[in-house]
């Protein structure tokens, strides 16, 4: 795919599910991907196997909740591959509760990853891109940004906000490509952390009509693979199965 042929990727959360599928898939096509996550040992071997294959990756260990070591990973892909051209924004976390668990730290917790991960992703790409005057920047919001339902409440409005951070970023970049991504459920480890059994039971039901992380991936595809005067602007993904329901 012309459009994907050596383009620089940078995809958080890369250990697993969506972000580890988008790696492969693009590396695949011809991308040099650099994947960032907190475990990475998972980080190695999957850098290992696409090497393998033929393709381009490097891999470092990244927290965006910590600004610095994002900053410090778009160096390591400046020092890797010369230049940066995409962005894929796609750690988060999804410990679902009800409101009235008072789980505030789980909270907390969603804020600082789903809300200030993906401004620190902003943050510390956009002066590159501003320079290089060109760019893309792909962030992942959820079904969720669209409908709340029970125990659902905190996680939806972090994944809201994303979605209103993105078409902000839209309307002030005029040579800098932004797309809101939005899946339904997935299968992935997203919500392996629920910690409020009827929250858990939930989860397991969405899953039995979910997507696979290979479709989201196959999103990411077609939004970097667009001509560069053509913007995939918001991509709403959901599983045929999940049909007539909220998520």
Known sequence: MPNILNKVVLITGASS??????ARLLAKHGAKVVLGARRTERLESIVQEIRQAGGHAVYQELDVVDAEQLKAFVNTAQTAFGHIDVLFNNAGVMPLSPMNALKTEEWNRIIDINIKGVLNGIAAVL????????????NTASTGAYAVGPSCGVYCASKYAVWAISEGLRQECSNIRV??????????ELGHDITDEAAATLVGQLRTMSLSAEAVANAVLYAISQPEDVEASEIVIRSVSSVGHAF
């Open 127 to 138: 002066p590159v891109m501003e320079q290089q005057g060109r760019g893309q920047i792909i």
């Open 17 to 22: 599910g969506i972000g580890e599928a988008t």
């Open 179 to 188: 797309t809101v991504l939005s899946p339904g459920v997935t299968t992935t």
